[in-house]
């Protein structure tokens, strides 16, 4: 646990000094994939809403195709269980106990596609997150039931780590997208 806070401190580190905004096109090969591996015209898209220096997935609001799915957020219960309900852009949205934008709880669904934060990740597709377990135990429990899910971490290319220490209620993600492409 030691080893994954220190890679916590130096990722986050890095991230806040060469965050930058990126280009909307920065997500076009996350277009492809959705049409080479969803064969559905309309999909429930889980993203998160930025903080912490994470890289700008409302970005993707900026393409017509996004603007017509059913875009969902997480929120986080007091369980420390985290679900995904609908919201679209300019909807209100409440501060959680984490200083996190989400939105009003109704009925959670399960997402299609699910973008990933993340402060490191390595060549076998695992990443580091910020320590508490949200996306693990969400994707642990849905997965086995929900096969079809996709799994997309965002980052930053210098967020990759030759090999990441993990356990076993870590997810291998399906794809890594950076601004070089997917992985």
Known sequence: MHQKNQLRKKYFNLRKKKHFDIEKNFFLPLLNLIHLKIKKK??????????????????????????????????????????????????????????????????????????VPLLAFDKKKYRLGYGKGYYDRYLNKHIKRFKNIL?????????????????????????????????
Do not use: C
């Not at 997309?152 to 492409?181: C, M």
């Open 42 to 115: 309309s999909i429930k898209i889980a993203l998160y809403y930025p903080s912490n220096y994470e890289l700008n997935v409302l970005k993707l609001l900026e393409f017509n195709y996004f603007l017509k799915q059913d875009i969902l957020l997480p929120v986080v219960d007091k369980n420390n269980f985290m679900n995904f309900f609908p919201w679209k852009k300019n909807d209100i949205l409440f501060v959680n106990q984490f200083g996190i934008l989400e939105p009003v709880k109704s009925k959670a669904k399960v997402p299609d596609l699910i973008l």
């Open 151 to 183: 799994t997309v971490g965002i980052a930053f290319s210098f967020q990759r780590h030759h090999k990441l220490p993990i356990n076993k209620k870590d997810v291998k993600l399906d794809f890594i997208i950076t601004e070089k492409g997917i992985n």
